[in-house]
């Protein structure tokens, strides 16, 4: 249940050193791929125009679900998705499903300047670290990652 429950749920989070607002879908259609709608004028997104290479790390603490215990103990979960932040093709499906997905959970989104070059991106993840229990990481392929089915 965490591998999908934490992006589901979280909207804020770590992302090539910076702070951004992400999602995985629809609340009944989570994918586990994690959309941005970012701008050029940001460091960010002209980061991965150059070099794709990013993580995205991802809390339970800011959900409210770990108690009083701290963010690094290991019973709050994170997640850490290591890949490829690549725009969006902005005439594809996948570019009106994560529009729609973004702007969803984030609905201020809508009314972001149109003239500051806002595009679609996503992360294509390559490799998972998953901490949410005593006794280090768990071992998590992308594969198995992407097919967990979240129930809301």
């Known amino acids: ?57 991802i809390s339970e603490y800011p959900i409210g679900t770990c108690g009083k215990a701290d963010p690094e103990n290991p019973v709050c979960s994170k997640i850490t998705l290591t890949g490829k932040l690549v725009p969006v093709d902005a005439n594809s499906k996948e570019s009106e499903f994560a529009q729609a997905a973004l702007f969803a959970k984030h609905p201020e989104m809508k009314e972001w300047p149109k003239n500051h070059d806002f595009r679609i991106f996503k992360l294509e993840a390559e490799n998972i670290f998953m901490i949410n229990w005593f006794g280090g990481p768990k071992p998590l392929t992308v594969e198995e990652y992407l097919k967990y089915k979240m129930s809301v």
């Open 1 to 57: 249940m965490t591998l999908r429950f934490l992006p589901l749920n979280n909207c804020l989070n770590l992302c090539c050193r910076n702070v951004v607002s992400f999602s995985d879908g629809l609340a009944d259609k989570s994918t586990g791929v994690p959309y941005f709608y970012l701008t050029t004028l940001d460091p960010t997104a002209r980061n991965a125009l150059k070099d794709h290479r990013s993580s995205l790390t």
